[in-house]
């Protein structure tokens, strides 16, 4: 069965975006980015962080990018697909053959996925920054999660990588 990883970005407070959803407060480096990336042959987000990735300029063209909305008029871009139920067609992707699944965001699409118990990992990489308010990383989250710290790594700059398994 294939492994869904969270690979992702948070302030000290726990926000992935401010309210208006922008993120340029994230420090731009590598942080071990490739060398996940290359191990991934799936992603899987929500609407809002797919807009997000367009006005980027990100678009995850050679991946198999599958983007959960229930909207019909999203701009598709590269391999994009749209699908409207989050947990059931998960399920279904974890049990085809590939490699890792990578759930890049965002939070109402964390919290479906944790509260299905179907992620299998969390990298939480914190930035020394703190926000205040905005999007927050754990959302509507309906039960205990338990996991297992795997590594963490401190970085010269002040960035905190946290990696867990979630025990099941």
Same mark, same amino acid.
């Given at each position: 069965?294939?492994?869904?990883?969270?690979?992702?970005?948070?302030?000290?407070?726990?926000?992935?975006?401010?309210?208006?959803?922008?993120?340029?407060?994230?420090?731009?480096?590598?942080?071990?980015?490739?060398?996940?990336?290359?191990?991934?042959?799936?992603?899987?987000?929500?609407?809002?962080?797919?807009?997000?990735?367009?006005?980027?300029?990100?678009?995850?063209?050679?991946?198999?990018?599958?983007?959960?909305?229930?909207?019909? *008029? =999203? %701009? &598709?871009?590269?391999?994009?697909?749209? @699908?409207?139920?989050? !947990?059931?067609?998960?399920?279904?992707?974890?049990?085809?053959?590939?490699?890792?699944?990578?759930?890049?965001?965002?939070?109402?699409?964390?919290?479906?996925?944790?509260?299905?118990?179907?992620?299998?990992?969390?990298?939480?990489?914190?930035?020394?920054?703190?926000?205040?308010?905005?999007?927050?990383?754990?959302? *509507? =989250? %309906? &039960?205990?999660?338990?996991?297992?710290? @795997?590594?963490?790594? !401190?970085?010269?700059?002040?960035?905190?990588?946290?990696?867990?398994?979630?025990?099941?």
């Amino acid at each position: 069965m294939r492994k869904i990883k969270l690979f992702i970005a948070c302030s000290l407070d726990g926000f992935i975006a401010r309210e208006d959803g922008s993120v340029g407060w994230l420090f731009t480096g590598d942080y071990g980015y490739r060398k996940f990336y290359d191990s991934v042959d799936t992603v899987l987000m929500g609407r809002k962080t797919y807009e997000l990735g367009l006005k980027l300029g990100e678009t995850y063209r050679e991946k198999r990018t599958i983007v959960f909305t229930k909207r019909k *008029n =999203i %701009k &598709k871009v590269g391999n994009a697909e749209f @699908v409207p139920d989050v !947990a059931s067609f998960t399920k279904k992707l974890k049990a085809q053959r590939g490699k890792y699944i990578w759930l890049v965001g965002g939070s109402e699409i964390v919290s479906v996925l944790l509260n299905s118990s179907l992620i299998d990992e969390l990298q939480i990489f914190v930035h020394p920054i703190i926000l205040g308010k905005g999007i927050p990383l754990f959302s *509507n =989250i %309906k &039960k205990e999660v338990k996991l297992k710290l @795997v590594k963490t790594h !401190a970085f010269k700059d002040g960035l905190v990588e946290l990696h867990y398994k979630a025990i099941k």
